[in-house]
C-alpha cells in the first residue's frame, strides 16, 4: 500500500509564504500526476495546482496563479508547492494527492486521483 504523506502547512501572517512538500512511501513518482487540493470549513475539497513527473507540466487553479509555484525534486522523490502572498482566504486543509495512470495534463478533478495524503492545516491570519 502506497502511503502519501504531506509536511509543511502552519499559521502564518497575510502575505507571507509556505511551503508543502508531498512524497511516496514504497513507490517512486515516475510517470504519476501529482495534485495539490485544498478544503476550506464548510467548503467543497477543490483543485489548487498540479504537475506532471515526466514532463514538468503543470497546472494552476486562477486564484492562486502567480503566487503559488508547484515543482518536483526527482532525487528527492519529492512535489513541493511554494505557496507565496497568502491571504486567509488561502486557510485550508492542504492534501497531495497522486494520480498513477498516464496522462497529459494534470487533472482538476479529484475523482481523477487515487492516492492522498492526510492533509496538512495551513492557515492565515489577517
Known amino acids: 500500500q502506497v502511503q502519501v504523506v504531506e509536511t509543511g502547512g502552519g499559521l502564518v501572517q497575510a502575505g507571507g509564504s509556505l511551503s508543502l512538500s508531498c512524497t511516496a512511501s514504497?513507490?517512486?513518482?515516475?510517470?504519476?500526476?501529482i495534485g495539490w487540493f485544498r478544503q476550506a470549513p464548510g467548503k467543497e475539497r477543490e483543485f489548487v495546482a498540479g504537475?506532471?513527473?515526466?514532463?514538468?507540466?503543470?497546472r494552476y487553479t486562477d486564484s492562486v496563479k502567480g503566487r503559488f509555484t508547484i515543482s518536483r525534486d526527482n532525487a528527492k522523490n519529492t512535489v513541493n508547492l511554494q505557496m507565496n502572498g497568502l491571504k486567509p482566504e488561502d486557510t485550508a486543509v492542504y492534501y497531495c494527492?497522486?494520480?498513477?495512470?498516464?496522462?497529459?495534463?494534470?487533472?482538476?478533478?479529484?475523482?481523477?486521483?487515487?492516492?492522498w495524503g492526510q492533509g496538512t492545516q495551513v492557515t492565515i491570519s489577517s
Open positions: 504537475i506532471s513527473w515526466r514532463a514538468g507540466r503543470t
Open positions: 494527492a497522486v494520480r498513477w495512470r498516464l496522462q497529459l495534463i494534470p487533472p482538476m478533478s479529484r475523482n481523477e486521483y487515487e492516492d
Open positions: 514504497g513507490r517512486t513518482f515516475t510517470g504519476a500526476m
